[in-house]
DNA sequence: TACTATTTAATTTTT
DNA sequence: TTAAATAGTA
């Protein structure tokens, strides 16, 4: 055994934590500390040295991203393929479960996977059929709440009304949308994993038998792990399985998603004497970008506590600049970028990260015309897009009658004179007869005295049955192929004017080929389209393609968690953008944008640049905001500031086009984006002023105390 | 049924 | 600003 090649290239507490006895680990890791490291070596270790054989582990992470990239990194440091290791995301090993033993979960055998746009779809016509105000119960709300209970474990019936009637309203809504999944025989993303957790709850053999085979649970982000994940792994631990969970509370960034840094404290409460091990060395990030995390963390009330350090150098200074508006601030970053690219610097390592996608376009635009290439992340992802959920549709309905989601989706399109008319005749008698809408257009197509109406449905119920006759045999590639032609779609797309329409048609034959390449499991019992479509509804694909390019990396920072980059860029660190201001009321909520913030700061390696624009054109209207909290946060001897030069100052603007009407009050000489002091509320920035004379009243962002209307002669504001 | 005008709202996202 | 959803019109 080959014990050197794991262990060498550790530091202590690396070792400590690959080595561990086999017992519950919790390992808190900070960022750059080599999480994913010790997760590969302790899974090698346990392997290779401590000769466990690779079935008795299960590895589970979030993302597919980073269960392949345990996978492959396990082989190389193995130096054998690892076949019968169970990796996947939550989500992937729980729909592993359910295909194994869909009878025990009460499932149907070819049951399919919705995605949250399927789903919306359906509760959004569930609100409509049952004629209940979608004004009052957003489809979002809804479905944001039917998740939520889910995520939690809940059922309808084990939720209580607390005599709230829309919470009652609510509940039905999610009694009536279970019945519609299961009559479809869908599962959404949710149902995955409470069905899972349900299977072994409910089936103490098949529980015991997992129980046994898996010892040992390897958990990779455990932070961002939600009450149904964690009940789950904590049901397959039973009181033998050994978890070794790596997550790093400080990242925890998805809170409003279910997420809870609280499994830290419970894992500890629930495995008493487990091991804590903290990876708090660094190798990614200079001492001085350290130091600045560290500090802005550490005004965080709820967490472990850590601190990160490095033994490399202190490195450059974070530089913060004070843009006057967000095209100064894009030119500026566009300006550094050039730099770095003159430097010979390649420019897939820089990244500029914003909090909300919508400053993407600014920069964008900046990039565009410096002719910088860039790469922005988080796009549409390949299934996602229309064409190709049209495409699967039709695939789905082929395979099962019933799936109403399909059925909606695609019994008009391309256009066959089945209109909104028609299809609210379906419903209701679907509705009527409690059973799908295949059926119902069963019984109005027969109907003789159904007109033209029963004729296009007529046509359209033979189209699907001709289509499943004729894929009936083939390979997944011509299935699909067959279907995308004879369905009509691509002459449908194809008609469509402008370049959209061309892009559309390439994305299906771009679905052809995907299904040519696709591997379905040869000892798998799914019928391979089926597989291929749960694949296409659990790996939606790139977001955007040619990550070769040499392209500057545009993203979020929630997107950016994870990666690394030797020049950073935060864009917009504003108060009220970062922290945003629907997060900024509760503690809670600062709290986790702080979190972001320590993120953001994190994924730099050498150099970090920080940027806020005193006025922001957002949602059309100019606003004016102070440099985020955070920037204070950060110690003076971190940064150096940078000032605006004067030659790029405020680019030529067209003249206002009405002075008069929204002009500031003279005499008083407040504008918009004044800096003002208030003798009880502190230092602001003016964002809006309405009236004249005495009744003039302005609105002042403070920076302590919000935002507030205050009237003008009675305010007594310093100019500053 | 398809196209056009108007209204409305607007973090973060993986599965 | 702008994208999407809805309402109204040809």
């Not at 790596?246 to 495995?271: C, L, M, N, P, T």
């Not at 964002?687 to 004249?692: D, V």
Request: glycine fraction near 6%.
């Amino acid at each position: 055994m080959d014990v050197t090649r794991i262990l060498e290239n550790l530091n202590d507490a690396q070792r400590e934590a690959v080595t561990a006895p086999a017992e519950p680990t919790l390992v808190i890791a900070g960022a750059g500390s080599g999480k994913t490291r010790v997760l590969v070596h302790r899974a090698a270790w346990l392997i290779d040295v401590e000769k466990l054989s690779a079935q008795s582990l299960l590895a589970v992470t979030f993302t597919n991203k980073a269960a392949a990239e345990m996978r492959a990194r396990i082989e190389s440091l193995l130096k054998v393929p690892v076949q019968h290791l169970w990796i996947g995301t939550f989500h992937g090993l729980a729909h592993r479960l359910l295909r194994r033993h869909w009878r025990e979960a009460d499932l149907p055998q070819s049951f399919q996977i919705i995605d949250a746009d399927d789903q919306q779809r359906i509760i959004k016509r569930l609100i409509r059929s049952l004629d209940i105000d979608d004004g009052r119960f957003p489809p979002r709300e809804v479905q944001y709440f039917i998740n939520a209970q889910k995520d939690e474990g809940l059922r309808p019936q084990h939720l209580d009304d607390d005599n709230d009637p829309d919470r009652r309203q609510k509940i039905a809504l999610y009694e009536a949308y279970e019945e519609v999944c299961r009559r479809g025989g869908l599962v959404d993303f949710a149902e995955l994993l409470l069905r899972a957790h349900e299977l072994w709850r409910d089936n103490e053999d098949l529980l015991a038998h997992y129980r046994r085979r898996f010892r040992h649970l390897l958990v990779d982000e455990f932070q961002d792990t939600n009450a149904i994940q964690y009940a789950w792994l904590r049901l397959l631990a039973g009181p033998e399985g050994i978890p070794f969970a790596v997550g790093d509370d400080d990242q925890s960034i998805y809170r409003w998603r279910g997420a809870r840094v609280e499994h830290i404290q419970q894992f500890q409460k629930d495995f008493p004497g487990a091991r804590v091990v903290k990876l708090e060395q660094n190798y990614r990030s200079t001492a001085t970008i350290l130091n600045a995390a560290n500090a802005v963390i550490a005004h965080n009330n709820e967490r472990m506590g850590k601190n990160l350090w490095t033994e490399g150098a202190a490195g450059e200074p974070i530089r913060v600049y004070a843009a006057y508006n967000e095209r100064d601030e894009a030119d500026f970053i566009v300006a550094r970028l050039r730099d770095w690219s003159a430097q010979g610097n390649a420019r897939q390592d820089a990244a500029v990260l914003y909090r909300s996608n919508a400053q993407s376009r600014v920069l964008e635009e900046g990039l565009i015309n410096a002719q910088i290439p860039y790469r922005v992340y988080g796009g549409l992802r390949f299934f996602e897009r229309q064409e190709i959920k049209d495409a699967l549709a039709y695939l789905r309905l082929i395979s099962n009658r019933d799936d109403d989601a399909s059925f909606e989706r695609i019994v008009n399109r391309p256009t066959r004179g089945i209109g909104a008319r028609t299809v609210e005749m379906l419903r209701s008698y679907a509705r009527a007869n409690a059973c799908s809408l295949w059926r119902a257009a069963g019984a109005i197509a027969s109907d003789p005295i159904g007109g033209r109406a029963a004729s296009s449905v007529n046509a359209f119920m033979s189209l699907i049955e001709r289509l499943a006759r004729e894929t009936q045999g083939l390979s997944l590639e011509n299935q699909v192929d067959h279907v995308i032609g004879m369905s009509g779609l691509i002459e449908f797309f194809r008609k469509e004017k402008g370049e959209k329409g061309v892009t559309r048609v390439e994305n299906l034959e771009e679905l052809v080929s995907a299904a040519k390449s696709f591997e379905p499991d040869p000892a798998g019992e799914m019928a391979p389209i089926d597989e291929f479509l749960a694949h296409a509804a659990l790996e939606a694909g790139e977001g955007q393609a040619d990550a070769w390019d040499d392209c500057v990396q545009l993203m979020t920072m929630h997107s950016a968690k994870g990666l690394e980059f030797p020049l950073v860029f935060l864009a917009g660190m504003e108060d009220g953008l970062f922290p945003h201001q629907r997060s900024a009321a509760d503690p809670a909520g600062l709290e986790e944008e702080r979190r972001l913030c320590y993120v953001g700061i994190t994924r730099a390696m050498q150099s970090l640049y920080i940027t806020h624009a005193e006025q922001r054109r957002l949602h059309g209207s100019d606003s004016y905001s102070l440099p985020s909290r955070f920037i204070r946060e950060i110690p003076d001897e971190c940064i150096e500031e940078i000032r605006p030069k004067v030659h790029v100052s405020r680019p030529l603007r067209a003249p206002e086009r009405r002075p008069a009407a929204r002009a500031p009050e003279p005499e008083t000489g407040i504008r918009l984006g004044q800096h003002v002091r208030h003798g009880k509320f502190g230092e602001g920035v003016v964002l809006n002023c309405e009236g004249q004379g005495a009744h003039a009243r302005v609105e002042v962002n403070f920076e302590t105390a919000g935002t507030k209307w205050l009237v003008l002669s009675y305010a007594n504001l310093d100019l500053m």
